[in-house]
């Protein structure tokens, strides 16, 4: 599980991601990125209805944080 520390939970910071932040977008998923002060990278996975219902999109984001925790190393 991706810890606490590297995860956006406020709305408000994954809105200020979403405003000022950089857009990348793929054939399969769309990354927004912001520089911060702190010494770990931060991430908030979100999964719209088009992924799926609600056991899927859970699925989608638990998939997509462990893949990330396991090359936080190479991220960070």
Known sequence: MLQRRNRLRRSADIRRVRLQGTRRRGRLATLFVLANELETTR???????????????????????EVIRGHLHEID
């Open 43 to 65: 991430f908030a996975i979100s999964a719209g209805r088009y992924v799926g219902n609600a056991v899927v999109r859970n699925r989608a984001k638990r998939r997509t944080r």
